[in-house]
C-alpha cells in the first residue's frame, strides 16, 4: 500500500463551523505534513509530525489545529475560518531517515469557506 | 535561505517530442537532495525523479531524465516521447540532507502542455 488517503476530497464550510480534515497512510512513514496550496502557487508548508509530535510549526493561524493521534493518522480541525483559508490542503508522509526518503502526497481536500 | 527558480511559467511541446524545464536553486550546503514533482489536474503531486547531490549521475527514470550541474546550481528535466498524460505542473524542489531537516523548498512551476 503505497497510498496517502485524505477526506474528504471537497469541503464547504462557513466561518463558524468547525470541520476536520483527515489524512491516513499505511506505509510505515513516521513523518507526516499538511501543505497549503493555493491555485497556481506551489505547495505551503504548515506542519511536520514526526513520531507523532510536531516538529514544525511554520506560524500557523491558531484557527489550524493540527493532530497525530497515531503513526497512521494525521487530522487537522478547522474553526473560524476565513474566506482566505479558502484552497487545497495537501496531506503528505515520508520516512523520517533521509535515505531515499521522498514525500508521498495525498490526493488532497479542497476547502471552500463561505 | 534556499531558494529554488523555475524561470519558465509555461511550455508547450507536440507529442513525441522532446522538451526540457528548467530549475535553478542556490544554497550554500554541499549535501542536499532535488526533486521534480508532477501536478496533473487531479491536483495530487506525484514524484517524478530524485538526485542526490552527492551522485555524480544523472537520474533517469524511463522517459524523464535531469541534467544535474552541481558547480553551476542547476536541476533541468528532460521528458522524451513527450505523451497526452504528461500535462501537468511541475514543481523542482530542494531538500536539505541534514538530518531531522522536513522542508522541502518548492520552486513557483512550469505548466506543460502537450500538443497532439
Known amino acids: 500500500d503505497t497510498e496517502v488517503t485524505q477526506t474528504p476530497k471537497h469541503l464547504v464550510m462557513g466561518m463558524t463551523n468547525k470541520k476536520s480534515l483527515k489524512c491516513e497512510q499505511h506505509?510505515?512513514?513516521?513523518?507526516m505534513y499538511w501543505y497549503k496550496q493555493k491555485a497556481k502557487k506551489p505547495p505551503e508548508l504548515m506542519f511536520v509530525y514526526s513520531y507523532e509530535k510536531l516538529s514544525i510549526n511554520e506560524s500557523v493561524p491558531s484557527r489550524f489545529s493540527p493532530e497525530c493521534p497515531n503513526s497512521s493518522l494525521l487530522n487537522l480541525h478547522l474553526h473560524a475560518l476565513q474566506p482566505e483559508d479558502s484552497a487545497l490542503y495537501l496531506c503528505?508522509?515520508?520516512?523520517?531517515?533521509?535515505?531515499?526518503?521522498?514525500?508521498?502526497f495525498g490526493s488532497g481536500t479542497q476547502l471552500s469557506v463561505l | 535561505a534556499q531558494t529554488v527558480t523555475q524561470s519558465q511559467p509555461e511550455m508547450s511541446v507536440q507529442e513525441a517530442e522532446t522538451v526540457t524545464l528548467s530549475c535553478t536553486y542556490d544554497t550554500s550546503e554541499s549535501d542536499y537532495y532535488l526533486f521534480w514533482y508532477k501536478q496533473p489536474p487531479s491536483r495530487q503531486m506525484i514524484l517524478v525523479i530524485r538526485?542526490?547531490?552527492?551522485?555524480?549521475q544523472n537520474a533517469t527514470e524511463n522517459r524523464f531524465s535531469v541534467n544535474f550541474q552541481k558547480a553551476a546550481k542547476s536541476f533541468s528535466l528532460k521528458i522524451s516521447d513527450s505523451q497526452l498524460g504528461d500535462a501537468a505542473m511541475y514543481f523542482c524542489?530542494?531538500?536539505?540532507?541534514?538530518?531531522?531537516?522536513?522542508?522541502?523548498?518548492f520552486g513557483t512551476g512550469t505548466r506543460l502542455k502537450v500538443l497532439a
Open positions: 503528505a508522509s515520508s520516512q523520517v531517515r533521509i535515505t531515499n526518503e521522498k514525500l508521498f
Open positions: 524542489a530542494y531538500r536539505s540532507a541534514s538530518e531531522g531537516t522536513y522542508k522541502y523548498i
Open positions: 506505509m510505515g512513514h513516521r513523518a
Open positions: 538526485q542526490e547531490a552527492y551522485k555524480q
